[in-house]
Every structure is written in structure tokens, then in C-alpha cells.
């Protein structure tokens, strides 16, 4: 189990592939976004990722891909209209060289006074991936990946890179922007390829919501991998929340969202998806069985957001005590960071922030990263206004 006091780190989700909306976008993984009804504005995801910053999230992630708003020209645009809050940038190496990847990031970094993360995604699907010119078939995106990581982290090393493989090649290169500090790669993937690159590069391996079990076992095996590289690295998991008072209203809120969703649209949704060469993503559809019975696949872990959404396709269910519940048992197989979202992002911000977070801090489990001090100008997030009396002489 991970050491204590506030060893847990918690990061939201911008919705950028499709707006947002209270009711399950889908689409992703290669088949086409539908629409929530709150477009992906700066307005809108400014005002998510100021919530987020405010109720003690480390970072929201941005995702990437062709039905995705651009996750490094959004984040940049949305690091004007917060303080705090990191960015944890989807991208996919390959599609960028990795000399101009690493000069990004670290204008990124130093820009924004080191508020970037960065999420590796290869991509899964071959259909996606000739929309961007890009035509290696699985395995060599894994080995290309490998590659580009090894490049970046030699460049942000500031030592002049001569580099020779079989997918680059470099001469001289030297990087002037530096970022300091060198932002976290995060990084996710289930095939035996994806581990391999995990092990050797990577400083936190993201895997999506199956059960603990599951989970476990995910993580004993990279450990394994990384330890014969003679590396530790950190473990994360992206899954959807519904948080609540109460386990009733709770499982209401997900009746909800499944009576949203039409048998076509699971259809339509679960045959894009089965085209999908990612091996995650077939551990995905496997948990919802492309049925919307028995959803419950662990106590509180629900696969109903998985029938017409790709990726994360799990939710954590249940009242703000048997969330937290369930988050310590991820706890307990080596989980330290969690990446969360849910419909809409920006009430369930609210929800999950001021129900669940405090019931982990209480237990020990977690502490907000950038506590307010109280003035009487400036007020603790959700504390209440000091009081002053005046002083009659």
C-alpha cells in the first residue's frame, strides 16, 4: 500500500472529443464523437479546469485523436485562465518529430511555470492512424514510440543527441528550451509491446477501470518489466465517477444515463469498436459484454459508460463513502493516481471534489495539493468566512 498521510493524487478530464453534456458522449478509439450540447469552448473548459483546480485536482488530462480539439493549442489556451492546475497533454509520438516534441514541451513547461504532464498514446487503431499519413502497422508504433521517448529524455538532459534507429535519426541536436522541470510521462497499454515500452521509459503507467484483480495483476507485471530495466514507476488509473450522497441516488444517476443511450446507438457504437486493434480496449468491451445487463462487473464499478464510449469505458458508483472504499482497494494493488470524469464535467467536478475527496481526507488518504491560506481577504475553498469584530475604544 502506498505510504500515508495524502498519498493519493487525483487529475480531471477536459472534454474536448465531442463538448460535453448530461448525458454519455460517445464515440472515441477510431469511431466518431457524438455531441453533448456544451461545445468545448475556452469559456466552457476554462470554467471545468478552474473548478477542478479550486476543489484540489493535480491536473486534467486532454485527450487526443481525429475527432479530438487539439490537446496542445487547447491547454495552452486554458493555462491563461487558470493558476494552479496541470495539464496532462495526450499525444501521439510519431506524428510530431521527437526533436520538435521535446521543444514544445519545454516551452510548455517554462511558459507555464511547469504545469505540463504528458500522456504517450501510440494509437490502437490502423483506420485512425493513415487519417494522419501514419501507416506502421501495431507493433512497429510500439517500437517507434520507443524510439521517440528515448530521443525526448536524452534532448531534456540538455546533452547534444546523436541518434541512429530504424524509425529516427538525428545529428547534433541540442535543445535550447529546456523545460525544468522535465514533465511526467504518463502512459498507458495492455499488449505485450506497449509493457515492454512502459517498463523502459515511462514514469507512470495509466491502465482504465477493471476490477482489482485486474488491476493487480496489470500492475505486478509492468513492476516486473520495469524492475529489470532498474527502474520504479508509478501507477494510475483512468476511470468515470458517479458520486453521491447516497448508493440509491447514485445507481439512479447511472439509470439514468443508460435509459439515454438507444439500442442503435450500441450497435453502431460497439462494431466501431471491435475494429479496434488495441488490446485494452478488447478488455474494455469484454466487462460490458456490448449488453446493458449485468453492468455491476465489481461492487461499485459499473461498465455501462463502455457500450458507447471509447477507452474508459468503467465508472466508480456508489455514495462518497463507497467510492472512497473502492479507490483504497485500487489503493492497495499499487494504484496512487486516479483520472477521472463524468456527466457533465463539470457538476461531477463538484460532486466527487466536495463529497469524496474530503471523506479520503479524512482517512488519511489525501490532502489538497495547494491549501488557500485564510485572510481576510482570501478564504479557504469552501471554508467559512472568518469572523471579525470590531474594536470600539
Known amino acids: 500500500m502506498p505510504d500515508l498521510p495524502g498519498d493519493l493524487k487525483f487529475h480531471w478530464f477536459l472534454p474536448t472529443n465531442g463538448g460535453d453534456g448530461r448525458y ?10 457524438g455531441s453533448g450540447g456544451r461545445p468545448a469552448s475556452v469559456a466552457y473548459l476554462g470554467q471545468i479546469a478552474r473548478s477542478a483546480e479550486q476543489l484540489g ?13 487539439d490537446a496542445w493549442i487547447t491547454t495552452a489556451m486554458l493555462s491563461s485562465v487558470s493558476e ?5 497533454v495526450a499525444f501521439r509520438p510519431g506524428l510530431t518529430s521527437p526533436f520538435l516534441a521535446a521543444q514544445m514541451a519545454g ?13 504517450v ?47 529516427f535519426r538525428l545529428s547534433d541536436a541540442v535543445l535550447a528550451q529546456r523545460p525544468d522541470p522535465a514533465p511526467l510521462v504518463y502512459f498507458g497499454g495492455s499488449s505485450p ?28 507485471r509492468v513492476r516486473e518489466l520495469a524492475e529489470r530495466e532498474g527502474r520504479s514507476i508509478a501507477f494510475g488509473l483512468r476511470v468515470h465517477t458517479i458520486a453521491r450522497d447516497t448508493a440509491e441516488e447514485a445507481w439512479t444517476e447511472a439509470g439514468r444515463l443508460l435509459a439515454g443511450i438507444s439500442d442503435e446507438q450500441i450497435r453502431e457504437v460497439q462494431a466501431g469498436l471491435r ?27 459499473w461498465a455501462g459508460v463502455g457500450l458507447v464510449r471509447g477507452g474508459a469505458g468503467t465508472a466508480l458508483v456508489g455514495s462518497h463513502q463507497q467510492v472512497a472504499d473502492l479507490i483504497e482497494q485500487y489503493a492497495e494493488v499499487g494504484i496512487t493516481e486516479f483520472v477521472l470524469s463524468g456527466y457533465p464535467h463539470l457538476e461531477e467536478a463538484y460532486r466527487f471534489g466536495e463529497g469524496v475527496l474530503p471523506e479520503l481526507s479524512r482517512r488519511g488518504r489525501w490532502q489538497h495539493p495547494a491549501p488557500t491560506q485564510q ?19
Open 275 to 301: 475494429r479496434s486493434e488495441s488490446e485494452g480496449q478488447r478488455r474494455m468491451l469484454a466487462l460490458n459484454g456490448g449488453t446493458r445487463d449485468e453492468l455491476e462487473i465489481h461492487p461499485n464499478l
Open 24 to 33: 454519455i458522449v460517445g464515440g472515441g478509439h477510431g469511431t466518431p464523437a
Open 107 to 119: 516551452t510548455f513547461q517554462n511558459l507555464s511555470g511547469g504545469r505540463l504532464l504528458l500522456n
Open 84 to 88: 494552479r492546475l496541470k495539464f496532462l
Open 193 to 220: 509491446a506497449a509493457l515492454d515500452v512502459a517498463a523502459r521509459y515511462v514514469d507512470v503507467y495509466l491502465t482504465w477501470g477493471e476490477p482489482p484483480s485486474a488491476v493487480a495483476e496489470k500492475v505486478r
Open 57 to 69: 485536482f493535480e491536473a486534467a488530462l486532454t485527450p487526443t485523436g481525429a475527432w479530438c480539439e
Open 375 to 393: 485572510s481576510s481577504a482570501s478564504v479557504p475553498f469552501g471554508a467559512p468566512a472568518p469572523v471579525t469584530k470590531a474594536v470600539v475604544s
Open 121 to 167: 498514446v501510440t494509437g490502437g487503431e490502423s483506420h485512425e492512424q493513415r487519417m494522419y499519413g501514419d501507416f506502421l502497422d501495431k507493433d512497429a508504433r510500439y517500437e517507434r514510440c520507443g524510439e521517440f521517448l528515448s530521443i525526448v529524455r536524452a534532448l531534456w538532459s540538455g546533452k547534444p543527441v546523436e541518434y541512429e534507429g530504424r524509425h
